[in-house]
């Protein structure tokens, strides 16, 4: 089976690359290295002892996209790349919509173009706004998106869907992430985030090795058990295999297939910070500060679709997330 790749050298595309090297599949990875670093390839080959053909090419150009499957026969497409920082979003809402947005119409239109009609798509929690109460299911309404990199999410897709609508012929897979933290066992790849991080783990990460001094809690005023805000983190490694298991869903079954990918356990941000300290035995010195725009109280999936559609289920505690970014980290103060 061959595979292509968008966005395969970012945090969650790499993780996924190896868990289709170590399926057999064949790869090809197409990246612009807009935020991530060629150094990426060679930690896979090390792990995996496989090689992927690449190409760093961005998804927009139509003739070296088209250039591509020319190339290779591919067999399905998951589609990775895009923008994802929210605060980034709010800020340069064009540079978001016209990436996120175009680059993805371009990628269909040459896998069209191919008759290359399966697609596996990163999808995100989201899209469930804040009208929903946790766990969320995938039956339930898509929401409001509170930031412009949401809102490239629910139109992608809403676009994904009309085109499945309008041709038969098309597999589309949904896959709504939730947290992911972790990192692979060896501490080869992980998350490497530019500048000052925006998610929770890896500003924990970086606290813990001196780079920043304390944490901001973004609020403790929320109906929670502690008052601090409650999310679905999932091992990077998990959720990369729910991708290798939906592969087989897609090319079984044509139209469009939702799936949460979550462990459908709720962890406060405080929670988090004590499992850190104790898996690691660092201490995460924080301080509580206003809440975030923009965020919500409770945010965990139902992950009962994918565990009886896909036969795939989270696997790795929370103790273990702590444990892999740690390590990750540990080894590579300065990322790649
Ligand atoms: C988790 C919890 C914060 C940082 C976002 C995007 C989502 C997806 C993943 C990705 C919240 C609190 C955080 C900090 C804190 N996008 N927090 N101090 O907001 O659930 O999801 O990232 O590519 O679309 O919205 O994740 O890790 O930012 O926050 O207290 O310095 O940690 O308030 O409760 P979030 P997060």
Redesign the pocket.
Known sequence: MSILVTGGTGYIGSHTVIELLNNDQEVIVVDNFSNSKPEVLNRIHTITGKNVTFYQTNIEDKQAMAQIFKNHPVDLVIHFAGY?A?GESVEKPLKYYHNNLSGTITLLEVMQENQVKNIIFSS???VYGEAHKAPFDESMPTGEASNP??YTKLVLEKILQDLSYSDSEWSVTLLR?F?PIGAHHSGLIGEDPQGI?????P?ITQVAIGKRRE?????NDYPTHDG????DYIHVVDLAQGHQKAISHNLKNKGVAIFNLGTGQGYS?LDLIRAFEKANQVQIPYQIVD??PG?IAI?YANPERANQELNWRAQKNLYAMCLDSWNWQKKNPEGF
């Open positions: 994802k929210v995100s929690a989201t990199y949401g992430y947290n991080p925006n998610n929770l783990m500003y944490l901001q809690v973004f609020g601090t805000g409650v999310r941000v809440r975030r965020d945010a």
